[in-house]
């Protein structure tokens, strides 16, 4: 025997079902008068420096057919790459932008729709600068645990030719599965679940 | 937490045996919502490793009270009045302070209030089936509802889901995130549910499932069950080649 190193396991995930409005955005779901406004609607306010970009798409099954019950959670750096939160210690952020936001998928068009700014560079560990990106969290009925993605941008080819994530991706003809297309004042990135056109996703 | 220093490691590496896989055929909708392909594992950035805070200034009195924060004046929801109790801890057995909890349930009779939920179990006026709430300095958090009822599901022609609330969890690092389910002690539908079993480890399965702790119920009121949490821990930064902050 050995001495016990005393860990705890991580409480196992469960899918958020169909009704993860009910909790997580439930004036969508037409439950008004619990919470003033759902929680993460909202980004950025006047005040808010950066670029301001919509961050827009749908996400797709192996059938191909848009999920209209989906939870689409993102996190990322304000637009000089620092991150709202107190495990940054870098500097303050933005005290005008919260850098999280969440947004169910629309239940007639399956569109998600983010207002927030466009992030400036973080670094990585071990220094270099990570492309701009926003971190996406998924879930819906169907999804046992939550599946992590990243969105980075068309128009930053050279921070993304040298992103050490992107950078680590085997198999090159997936690494456009991660950037969004710019179409205006928005940028596009749809999610496919499984399929030819599958997207990244992450264990990290 | 304001006065405790906001750590800034790496999170553990997530035991992906312990949690469901995203294919499991008997729970049908995972079938073509599962990704297929290996996912692609790095140690965390900093994008992984902060995360989103919430204060307790954003709870409103009865965001924590399902059995009234739904309810007309004077009225309140029907069913068996339960607390849930419990703490929020890292895997290192730390009490995660600031941490939101938000749950979401069927009313006592089974029925969510939801335009997509057809089953015949009537609504409750007085309930909606959403709470939230924000841990302590040490951890704890608890609330109050009702025991959601049992109700059927379209996957198998008999499937049951067994009585369960739903809740969504922030630690400190966006890597924490989770969202799972509590069951209750005692219930047999617990291990026919294709939802439970797409878990793979029954020691992980009991881990979901709340015991009831009759020193914690209130006589003559409401009885308690106890949820505890864990979610990732995190290593030290000390002796990471670049000291983070510096
Ligand atoms: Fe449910």
Redesign the interface.
């Known amino acids: 025997m050995v001495q016990q190193l ?19 955005t ?1 004036n969508f ?3 008004t ?4 406004n759902d ?1 993460g609607i909202s980004m950025v306010n006047d005040k808010t420096l950066g670029e301001r970009i919509t961050l827009r798409g749908r996400v797709f ?3 191909g ?1 848009p ?1 209209r ?1 989906a939870l689409l ?1 993102i ?3 304000d637009s000089k790459g620092l ?8 500097g303050t952020a933005d005290p005008n932008f ?3 936001g969440r947004c169910p998928t629309d ?1 007639e068009t399956a569109e998600y729709r983010f207002e927030t700014v466009k992030p400036g560079q ?6 270099r600068m ?1 492309a701009p ?1 926003v ?1 996406v ?1 998924i ?9 992590q993605t ?1 969105v980075y941008f068309d128009d930053e080819k050279e921070a993304n030719d040298k992103d050490p ?1 992107l950078q ?2 085997e198999h090159r003809n ?1 690494v456009p599965t991660l950037i969004a297309k710019r179409d205006g004042s928005s940028y596009v990135f749809d999610i496919y ?3 030819d056109k ?7 | ?1 304001s006065n405790r220093k ?3 490691g790496a999170f ?1 590496q ?3 045996q ?5 294919y ?1 055929p008997e ?1 049908k ?9 290996a ?16 204060g307790h200034s ?1 709870l ?1 009195e ?2 924590a009270d399902l059995i009234y ?2 309810a007309k004046p004077g009225e309140s929801a029907i069913g068996q009045r339960i607390i849930v109790r419990g703490r929020v ?5 730390k009490g995660v302070a600031g941490a939101l909890l ?3 349930q069927a009313n006592a009779g089974g029925r ?6 057809g089953y015949l179990a009537a609504l409750d006026p007085n309930f ?3 709470g ?1 709430t924000i841990t302590d300095d040490d951890g704890y958090y608890r609330f109050r509802t009702v025991k959601p009822g049992a109700y059927p599901w379209p996957n198998g022609v008999n499937d049951w889901r067994p009585a369960h609330i ?1 809740f ?2 922030f630690g ?4 924490q ?5 509590m069951y209750f002690e005692g219930d047999p539908m617990i291990w026919n549910c294709p ?2 079993k ?2 793979p480890d029954k ?3 009991e ?2 499932i709340a015991a009831l702790d009759m020193n914690n119920t209130i006589p003559m009121d409401a009885r308690a069950y106890k949820f505890d ?5 995190r290593r030290s930064t000390l002796f ?1 080649n ?1 000291m ?2 510096n």
């Open positions: 005393g860990y705890l396991k991580e409480t196992p995930s469960q899918t958020a079902g169909p009704y993860v409005h009910i909790g997580c439930p779901c037409e439950i008068g619990v919470y003033e929680l099954d192996g059938t057919t999920l019950d959670e996190w990322q750096a991150y709202n939160s107190p495990s940054e210690l870098r919260t850098g999280w239940m973080v670094p990585f560990k071990d220094g990570m990106h971190t969290w879930v819906a009925r169907g999804i046992n645990i939550g599946l990243r994530i680590r991706i997936r679940l499984q399929g599958e997207t990244i996703f992450f264990d990290v | 937490m906001p750590e800034t553990f997530r035991d992906r312990w949690h469901p896989p995203a499991t729970y909708t995972s079938v073509v919502r599962s990704p297929q392909r996912l692609i594992s790095f140690d965390n950035t900093l994008s992984e490793i902060t995360g989103p805070v919430f954003m409103g009865l965001d924060n739904y801890v890292d895997e290192r057995g938000e749950f979401w969510y209030r939801h335009k997509r939920e909606g089936g959403c939230r739903h969504s969890v400190h690092g966006f890597a995130r989770l969202i799972t389910q939802i439970v797409s878990i020691a992980a399965i881990q979901l949490i864990v979610l990732r821990g990471e670049r983070e902050g």
